[in-house]
């Protein structure tokens, strides 16, 4: 009955079209009233606790550094360098996209700010040459959601906070699967443009090469920064997010000089209201998070999941099936905040490794990114491509098909996320 308390409160809130923030609030405040503890002083403490937290802090820095490299052209120079190595490829415009998306993850953890200048650089170019539109869309907003997994991913951090786990381990287990996933869509993309008659870029010259990898070295060193200082300790992930910040900050206004002192203002307004956001509705998880706990909810779902608890394996597939389906409806961090109090008593009940689980579990989400009806990231890209919702979901199908196979690689073969962990972290 806790669970049907918990499911109704929070998906009634949802239905009447409140924000999930305060929608997490009034599931509180039911399992509150449930239990017979009502008391808004654990509300009001539970979220200023919830918010308080060191690690949090790499969210806004990541969000501005990200924003920085939009506004300064280090994304364009990492576009122009993809596309002097692909772009004479038939079907060059989609390798340049997503080989251009797994640089951009490297540097701002963000999928709708990839996604956005992505789909602003090269959905024109691709409509130019005679590419599909919807099939380029469904494409760009695929590699899009790699942000989340490659570090610095905003995802992990979120979960990592909400779960208690290192998320120095969690950014270097990501690594190998955001690649993985990238070569889902190499894959994807060779089978279905193949046959297509779309123009082909020429091929640059040795020098043309050169150039634009020279133009584009400072903003390709910057994931290699990010990731080589966290992975040697250098810095905490907090701290590489200032770092970013300071590094995306001087290259776009001093080197490349197209980030202007007026820029500054918008710039920093854009990632303040993303932060805000985030941080309500990590406030707010908070408090239900306390809750669940207190209603003992994952013990309830544990004997739900009892048959499976001895298999691995078709425990994370039952799992995972759960995820894809609720990220159907939900955002990535409301689904992230809800679900990781609820799951991780269950994962370590069944002795699964918390950073692998991490791992599949933030990849579920960020496929929900692109999953109708909801598709936060699908429809970024409609409002930059400026093209119908329809288009754009018949285009994603091979591709999210792709991207669930290669999770699904990942849940039979635990191997592929923690040997890579073990040979990144030096054990």
């Known amino acids: 009955m806790t669970i049907a308390v918990f499911l109704f409160s929070l998906c009634g809130a949802m239905a009447l079209g409140m924000p999930i923030a305060f929608a997490l609030i009034v599931c509180a405040v039911a399992l509150m009233l449930w239990l017979g503890v009502f008391d808004t002083q654990i509300i009001a403490q539970n979220m200023i606790v919830g918010a308080d937290s060191f690690q949090l802090l790499a969210i806004p820095f990541f969000l501005l550094a990200g924003e920085l490299m939009n506004a300064g052209g280090l994304s364009k120079r990492i576009v122009n360098f993809a596309l002097s190595l692909v772009g004479h490829l038939h079907g060059g415009l989609g390798y340049v996209a997503i080989f251009a998306s797994i640089i951009m993850a490297s540097l701002s953890g963000s999928a709708a700010a990839d996604t956005a200048a992505l789909a602003s650089i090269l959905l024109p170019m691709m409509r130019q040459a005679g590419y599909d539109t919807g099939r380029s869309a469904g494409l760009i907003a695929s590699g899009g959601i790699i942000a ?155 004997s739900l999941l009892a048959p499976f608890m001895d298999n691995k394996t078709v425990l994370l597939l039952v799992i995972m099936a759960l995820v894809m389906v609720v990220g159907t409806a939900l955002d990535f961090t409301p689904t992230v905040l809800i679900l990781t109090p609820v799951l991780m008593p269950v994962i370590k009940q069944a002795g699964i490794d918390p950073i692998y689980f991490g791992v599949l579990f933030i990849i579920n989400n960020a496929i929900g990114l692109i999953t109708p009806p909801v598709g936060i990231v699908l429809n970024v890209v409609c409002g930059v491509a400026r093209i119908p919702m329809s288009l754009v979901i018949k285009g994603v199908w091979p591709f999210l098909i792709a991207q669930i196979l290669a999770m699904l690689l990942l849940v039979f073969f635990p191997q592929l996320v923690t040997v890579p962990l073990a040979w990144l972290s030096g054990r």
């Not at 001087?250 to 080197?255: A, E, I, K, N």
């Not at 990590?282 to 994952?298: D, R």
């Open 148 to 302: 989340p997994i490659i570090p610095p991913s905003i995802g992990f951090i979120v979960f990592g906070v909400a779960a208690n786990l290192s998320i120095t381990k969690l950014f270097l287990a990501g690594v190998f699967p955001g690649l993985l996933i990238g070569l889902s869509l190499v894959i994807a993309w060779f089978i279905v443009c193949r046959h297509d008659k779309i123009t082909v870029l020429p091929r640059r010259s040795g020098k043309e090469k050169l150039q634009a990898t020279w133009d584009g070295a400072l903003a390709l060193l910057m994931p290699i920064a990010i990731l080589g200082g966290i992975r040697f300790g250098i810095v905490t992930p907090t701290e590489a997010a200032v770092v970013a910040t300071v590094y995306a900050l001087v290259v776009g206004m001093f080197v490349y000089r197209e980030l202007k002192p007026r820029d500054l203002y918008r710039v920093a307004l854009t990632a303040a209201k993303t932060t805000s956001a985030v941080m309500l509705l990590v406030a707010a998880a908070v408090v239900s998070a306390w809750l669940i706990t207190q209603a003992n909810i994952p013990a309830e779902l544990t």
